[in-house]
T-cell receptor
Framework: GESVGLHLPTLSVQEGDNSIINCAYS??????FIWYKQESGKGPQFIID?????DKRQGQRVTVLLNKTVKHLSLQIAATQPGDSAVYFC??????????FGKGTRLHILP | KAGVTQTPRYLIKTRGQQVTLSCSPI?????VSWYQQTPGQGLQFLFE???????NKGNFPGRFSGRQFSNSRSEMNVSTLELGDSALYLC????????????FGSGTRLTVV
């Protein structure tokens, strides 16, 4: 069946360090993946996406890595800041192009 | 440009009642999707509308329904509310569908008592 999961429900990172949030997906037919950030009281906000014909994509302070062999996705945030505190979701295109979300990882920034 | 607007932001209803939630997509966006978010189940897909037609549907009972108007605004309705329907209901819009990126609204927090 379709499912997208994350390895850790909570991640604590020192301010200024790099954060790595991991995600495993099960649908080998998925060809489009997205990372979302959700702050308290808000809806998910698009961070970065990647298509299956790529292994890596970089944005501003964020990098997404895709390993199709092991069906693994990761989000790297450079120089983590207090404003990065949020829940991060990975998502994939499921059957009929529905977005399937993972459970989410809460990122805590330590001062 | 204005983002996705959901109304109301908060709602308290009693078991057995029905509720209607509204979503105004970004201007020009024709696809509107609805999601239910709960702590236990995370984000669950409800349905997607495109040009007034339901294009996709998730695994929710028939008590959950929706529609889309000619101006792309969408409503979802939940009849015979149950305690388990308490959740944050999120609406997302995009130009054509998920492959083109979704923009989410801030959601409607529904509490069923």
């Amino acid at each position: 069946g379709e499912s997208v999961g994350l390895h850790l429900p909570t991640l604590s990172v020192q301010e200024g360090d790099n954060s790595i949030i991991n995600c495993a997906y099960s649908n080998s037919a998925s060809d489009y993946f997205i990372w979302y950030k959700q702050e308290s009281g808000k809806g998910p906000q698009f961070i970065i996406d990647i298509r299956s014909n790529m292994d890596k994509r970089q944005g501003q302070r964020v990098t997404v890595l895709l390993n199709k062999t092991v069906k693994h996705l990761s989000l790297q945030i450079a120089a983590t800041q207090p404003g990065d505190s949020a829940v991060y979701f990975c998502a994939e295109n499921g059957e009929d192009d529905k977005i399937i979300f993972g459970k989410g990882t809460r990122l805590h920034i330590l001062p | 440009k204005a983002g996705v607007t959901q109304t109301p932001r908060y709602l308290i209803k009693t078991r057995g009642q029905q509720v209607t939630l509204s979503c105004s997509p970004i201007s020009g966006h024709r696809s509107v999707s609805w999601y239910q978010q709960t702590p236990g189940q995370g984000l669950q897909f409800l349905f997607e509308y495109f040009s007034e037609t339901q294009r996709n549907k998730g695994n929710f009972p028939g008590r959950f329904s929706g529609r889309q108007f000619s101006n792309s605004r969408s409503e979802m309705n939940v009849s015979t509310l149950e305690l388990g329907d308490s959740a944050l209901y999120l609406c997302a819009s995009s130009l054509e569908g998920m492959r083109y990126g979704y923009t989410f609204g801030s959601g409607t927090r529904l509490t069923v008592v």
